[in-house]
């Protein structure tokens, strides 16, 4: 009995040793995601709520990678993609899309503030001082309408605050002339009441030479000013007033026809053959 008691507490006392000699690791406090509120169902709901498709960038990562267009969009979400041509935009959601037909709305919807933007010329408008943008996959039309067949393309600008905020920037690059000047201010102007008044200019040489005239091209002129009010007359009440011009004028084109040269052929016109 005299050597399993000693047998134990041999045991006993290096356990003990052993859990003395083991190191105690902190544990790091667990990581929380921030929940990403959308509208992708006209009412708002966390991302994770929503049975649909959906990509969403944030109004401080737009600023952050320098998108200041829906063409610049496609680069970070995927199954989008646009071009701009002489006549129109390609646009389309997973593969799905209208063409560069000007005379047709376009199968991938966009909405700003609930606006929809039926021409795809529309779809060139510089963006500027945007809360967020989700592009949702797949048919759309019983809450966008009958032409989001292939997606929408949901905008929400950025909204006056409860506090004072602002900021002005100024921007210069010299390879392709590119000059931008931006404001931003917003803040309460009462208990009820707030507004936000945000203006954007922005001019920039091709990136490409016309041959022909020897021009930097496409060359963008663009001007962007909103201002917003929204009043809270109650608890239950709350209405915004919006004003927005855009102005974006594009000289040239990504592809310029220098030279053509006709098949006279035997179903070729005579009037273009002599």
Same mark, same amino acid.
């Given at each position: 009995?005299?050597?399993?008691?000693?047998?134990?507490?041999?045991?006993?006392?290096?356990?003990?040793?052993?859990?003395?000699? &083991?190191?105690?690791?902190?544990?790091?406090?667990?990581?929380?995601?921030?929940?990403?509120?959308?509208?992708?169902?006209?009412?708002?709901?966390?991302?994770?709520?929503?049975? =649909?498709?959906?990509?969403?960038?944030? #109004?401080?990562?737009?600023?952050?990678? %320098? =998108?200041?267009?829906?063409?610049?969009?496609?680069?970070?979400?995927?199954?989008?993609?646009?071009?701009?041509?002489?006549?129109?935009?390609?646009?389309?959601?997973?593969?799905?899309?209208? %063409?560069?037909?000007?005379?047709?709305?376009?199968?991938?919807?966009?909405?700003?503030?609930?606006?929809?933007?039926?021409? #795809?010329?529309?779809? /060139?408008?510089?963006?500027?001082?945007?809360?967020?943008?989700?592009?949702? /996959?797949?048919?759309?039309?019983?809450?966008?309408?009958?032409?989001?067949?292939? *997606?929408?393309?949901?905008?929400?600008?950025?909204?006056? &605050?409860?506090?004072?905020? *602002?900021?002005?920037?100024?921007?210069?690059?010299?390879?392709?002339?590119?000059?931008?000047?931006?404001?931003?201010?917003? #803040?309460?102007?009462?208990?009820?009441?707030?507004?936000?008044?945000?203006?954007? *200019?922005?001019?920039?040489?091709?990136?490409?030479?016309?041959?022909?005239?020897?021009?930097?091209?496409?060359?963008?002129?663009?001007?962007?000013?909103?201002?917003?009010?929204?009043?809270?007359?109650?608890? /239950?009440?709350?209405? &915004?007033?919006?004003?927005?011009?855009?102005?974006?004028?594009?000289?040239?084109?990504?592809?310029?026809?220098?030279?053509?040269?006709?098949?006279? #052929?035997?179903?070729?016109? =005579?009037?273009?053959?002599?």
């Amino acid at each position: 009995m005299t050597a399993k008691r000693d047998d134990l507490v041999r045991t006993l006392g290096l356990a003990l040793a052993l859990g003395l000699a &083991t190191p105690v690791v902190a544990q790091e406090p667990a990581v929380i995601l921030q929940d990403v509120v959308v509208t992708a169902q006209k009412r708002e709901q966390t991302l994770q709520q929503v049975p =649909i498709s959906v990509n969403v960038m944030s #109004g401080i990562k737009l600023n952050e990678v %320098g =998108i200041n267009k829906i063409e610049d969009l496609q680069a970070y979400v995927p199954n989008l993609t646009m071009s701009e041509t002489g006549i129109g935009n390609n646009i389309y959601i997973r593969g799905i899309g209208s %063409g560069i037909n000007p005379g047709v709305e376009q199968s991938s919807a966009m909405f700003v503030d609930g606006v929809h933007y039926g021409r #795809g010329q529309l779809y /060139r408008a510089p963006l500027f001082d945007l809360e967020r943008i989700e592009v949702l /996959r797949g048919p759309q039309s019983i809450l966008f309408g009958k032409n989001a067949i292939a *997606g929408a393309i949901n905008v929400i600008t950025a909204q006056p &605050t409860d506090e004072f905020e *602002g900021y002005a920037s100024v921007l210069y690059e010299p390879d392709h002339e590119e000059q931008e000047f931006s404001l931003v201010l917003s #803040g309460p102007l009462s208990d009820s009441a707030a507004a936000r008044l945000s203006v954007r *200019g922005r001019e920039i040489d091709g990136y490409m030479t016309n041959l022909l005239n020897n021009t930097p091209e496409p060359s963008r002129d663009e001007l962007t000013v909103r201002a917003q009010l929204r009043l809270e007359p109650s608890d /239950r009440t709350n209405l &915004t007033f919006k004003f927005e011009r855009n102005e974006f004028d594009v000289t040239g084109r990504q592809v310029e026809i220098i030279d053509d040269v006709y098949d006279c #052929g035997a179903l070729a016109p =005579i009037a273009l053959c002599n």
